[in-house]
């Protein structure tokens, strides 16, 4: 892409205000992380409800851009860069995007439905790329905001698009089918995804069709309920197992780890097979297939190309690597896109200086080659890539192109010298296309535990955050606790990405935590709640701030500040106001107020109280009273010593329960982490981790035997036993045993059998068809951890705060 601004602001219908009007513009960027950002990028200050790009444009500025799309020019950022002001910016991106895609005259490829569009475009990426040159959208960039961005990474030199399209609502497919303008329309299956947007099956089914208003032909499984919302000038190309009227008409036979299709079409009649046996799968195939079809292919190609079908994995992971480093695993998928986004996804989550990226030969750019490695190598410099190994026959000619590079010719030569490679203290970015089978290097770089993990998903915190934002007034300040390591889930990756959200505060229970978090860089201020007076020193060398609980503190903690010569040291004063675990007590706060009259040293940042019951209205009396009395100490405090402190006392369910006592700040623990206690709520939320485990060894005991310590569990039939790797080492407790809890298992409920062990427990998977390695769910979306808190008559955070750190975090996202 290359535009000049004086050609962008009409397509955007913007008013200029700045001093170039010929500049250049070769990228665009709704994100302030990227460094791929530069002079020359497009940068688009989207507004959501609970994220303003335009508070990055100052940032923005410092690192060199200078071209903005804004409703509004921020404070004092006038006459300093090219603003091009608009209503509404997401509307200006969507434009844009429509405006560039009709400079292009291809077919494309639109996918909409419930479920398995991302699958059916990787797949129909996967089966068309030896003949064209594809342009599709990354992962799944389907939404009002992804669409656009995928539009935008055409160039001349593709011949084909393949985009998708995700709706949560009504009016909003008609903007994403004026960007994408599908000439051949995919309605992939019809399922109950996002049905809470819309008022009936009819209305989501009408907006849906929407994408497919102007497509040549419209390819979907025969349905007449569809078919009834449909315009019959629309022409569709439809398959089907059980309706002959379909214009191809298929028969399948599965077995368990393949199925055979019998095709019908037309005079022609042939069987492929696919290499997979589930219903969802069998369907995205069939779409697949029926694309194939249109396209005229030779039943021989599509029968040999369908039968190499793979599981498509959509998620970038975070990984522990050995000797002190982190992996990014995007070991799937290879193109220029994706590659953007991936070192993107680096920059968010890089915990060492140093960046390393392990790359093979990139297919379907559309470019040729030289060009390609030119754009590949610029990309690798702006994200500052300490080390590149290129693997592959392509990109290892182009070396010298890209800092410190060591390149192969193929995965295996690279394996062969693995061990002769150091790799330490730092990020791992490993991107490779499928066949380079980049899964071996990842394996081989991982951190070697046992084979469970939790897996943490950064989108749902992000959710959740946002969840809690929105119940909030927009001047209300947000703390997040991530003591004790992020309630179990993470402590580093998590601040990081609450830094990148902008919430105002971390709160941590001890002085080590936050130090932990200082020295993985997290920059955001960080108040303890439990500092003992010897961590004083650590604090205010960490620039941590203490939470002061009693008389006894304070003085220790001035008399420190006097020593150091400190002036205006952020502390934060605790009130007891009920809870009687920590504070200062209403008879306390005159000797309170006389230590810190005219004391310079110190500057009382935040007073704050904890509530002991705002999870249980029965106790609401209580809490009313609770509340009261801070508002009154508060307030004494703050006239005497002529301040005006941050005012906070909610916790989670305090502001879901009393969000009028919301004041200066609020501070969020459990719902970040996806739990609340009130069961509308929950149901808001979405989930953060899932513990994840395999099988190990899978038996049949016979009837009268007994299985793990102490034969708790006698079996009075055949059984099949399967034995899981982890235990209550760790943190799983022994009362779950002896039929109490269970796993799942390809989500079948396994109960569990006998005593839990150390390291491992025992189920029962008679009822259960799986084999040795197969995955095990501890908990997760299905088996939550409230469920088990209430089962084993305790509360969720103790769950949580349980899974012991032996356990292996791994943190992902869409
Ligand atoms: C842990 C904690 C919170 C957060 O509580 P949640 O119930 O997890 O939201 C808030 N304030 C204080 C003082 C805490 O210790």
Redesign the pocket.
């Known amino acids: 892409m290359t535009l000049s601004i004086r050609n962008i602001i009409p397509i955007l219908k913007a008013k200029f205000i700045g001093k170039n009007e010929v500049a250049i513009i070769d990228s665009i960027s709704i994100d302030s992380r990227s460094l791929q950002n530069s002079g020359s990028t497009l940068y688009f200050a989207l507004l959501g409800p609970n994220h303003d790009g335009h508070h990055y444009v100052a940032e923005l500025l410092e690192q060199g851009v200078t071209n903005f799309v804004v409703t509004y020019i921020p404070s004092n950022l006038q006459g300093k860069a090219n603003f091009l002001v608009v209503e509404n910016t997401l509307q200006a991106l969507q434009s844009f995007a429509a405006a560039y895609r009709s400079d292009f005259d291809f077919p494309v490829i639109g996918i909409t439905g419930s479920n398995g569009k991302t699958i059916i475009k990787e797949w129909l990426n996967f089966l068309l790329s030896p003949d064209y040159n594809i342009i599709r959208s990354p992962k799944s960039y389907n939404s009002q905001v992804g669409v656009p961005l995928s539009v935008l990474g055409i160039n001349e030199k593709h011949n084909l698009g393949i985009f998708e399209a995700g709706i949560s609502t009504t009016n909003e497919m008609v903007n994403l089918q004026r960007i994408i303008k599908p000439t051949v329309g995919i309605f992939s299956n019809i399922g109950s995804a996002h049905d809470e947007g819309f008022h009936d099956a009819g209305e989501k089914i009408k907006e849906k069709l929407k994408l497919f208003s102007s497509v040549d032909v419209l390819i979907m499984n025969k349905n007449r309920t569809i078919e009834a919302f449909l315009n019959p000038k629309i022409k569709t190309f439809t398959w089907s197992s059980d309706d002959g009227k379909a214009d191809v008409f298929v028969i399948a036979k599965e077995s368990p780890d393949k199925t055979e299709l019998k095709i019908t079409y037309k005079k022609l009649c042939f069987t492929i097979t696919i290499p997979f046996a589930d219903q969802a799968s069998i369907e995205n195939a069939l779409q697949c297939l029926m694309v194939l079809l249109y396209f005229n292919y030779d039943q021989d190609i599509i029968q040999q190309r369908m039968l190499q079908l793979y599981p498509v994995e959509m998620r970038l992971k975070v990984k522990n690597g050995s000797n002190n480093t982190t992996l990014i695993d995007d070991s799937y998928s290879s193109d220029f896109q994706s590659l953007k986004i991936a070192l993107d996804f680096l920059e968010s989550q890089k915990q060492f200086k140093k960046k390393t990226l392990i790359l093979s030969d990139i297919f379907q750019s559309g470019l040729v080659t030289e060009e390609l490695y030119s754009r590949v190598s610029h990309l690798i410099v702006s994200n500052k890539i300490n080390r590149v190994i290129a693997i592959g026959k392509t990109i290892s000619g182009y070396k010298s192109k890209f800092p410190n590079c060591l390149a192969f010719e193929s995965t295996e030569k690279f394996l062969a010298a693995i061990e002769t490679i150091p790799f330490e203290n730092e990020t791992i970015l490993i991107k490779g296309a499928r066949h380079f089978s980049f899964e071996e290097i990842v394996s081989y770089l991982e951190e070697k535990t046992h084979e469970t993990v939790l897996e943490i998903n950064l989108n749902a915190i992000s959710h959740n955050l946002n969840f809690y934002k929105s119940k909030l007034n927009p001047e209300t300040k947000l703390m997040v ?1 991530v ?1 004790a390591f992020g ?1 179990g889930n993470g402590g580093f990756e998590i601040a990081k990405l609450l830094s990148h959200h902008k919430v105002d505060y971390l ?1 941590v ?1 001890f002085a080590d935590e936050g130090i932990a978090l200082r020295t993985a860089g997290i920059s955001l201020p960080i108040m303890v ?1 439990n500092p003992e007076s010897t961590s004083f020193s650590a604090i205010i060398q960490h620039q941590l701030e203490p939470e002061i609980y009693s008389i006894k503190g304070l003085t220790a903690f001035l008399k420190l500040a006097e020593q150091k010569k400190l002036k205006k040291f952020p502390i934060h004063i605790k009130l007891d106001t009920g809870m009687h675990r920590l504070g200062f007590e209403e008879e306390n706060v005159p000797e309170l107020i006389s230590k810190l009259k005219d004391n310079n040293t110190v500057e009382v940042k935040s007073i ?1 109280s ?1 509530l002991a019951a705002s999870d249980d209205m029965k106790h609401i009396d209580f809490t009313l009273s609770q509340i009261k009395l801070f508002e009154k100490l508060a307030s004494a405090i703050s006239e005497e010593l002529n301040i005006k402190p941050i005012l906070h006392t909610l ?3 305090g502001i879901s329960n009393f969000p009028q006592a919301q004041l200066d700040m609020v ?5 970040l982490y996806g739990v609340s206690n009130d069961e509308d709520e929950q149901k808001l939320l979405e989930n953060v981790g899932t513990l994840k485990s395999i099988i190990s060894q899978i038996r049949t005991i016979q009837a009268g035997e007994s299985v793990g310590y102490s034969r708790r569990f006698i079996a009075d039939k055949p059984t099949k036993i399967a034995t899981i790797p982890i235990g209550y080492a760790d943190g799983i407790s022994r009362h779950w045993g002896n039929g109490v809890g269970y796993v799942l298992i390809k989500n079948k409920k396994a109960p569990i059998v006998g005593s839990i062990c150390m390291d491992m427990l025992m189920v029962d998977v008679s009822e259960i068809d799986c084999k040795e390695g197969a995955e095990v769910i501890l908990f997760g979306e299905n088996l939550s951890v409230s469920f088990m808190a209430n089962q084993l008559t305790t509360i969720p ?1 103790e769950i949580m705060t349980s899974i012991s750190q032996r356990v292996k975090r791994v943190f992902c996202r869409e």
Not at 667 to 671: A, D, P
Request: hydrophobic share 35%.
């Open positions: 606790m003591k309630y709160g229970a709640m704050l904890h916790n989670t369910s501070r969020l623990g459990i719902g955070y």
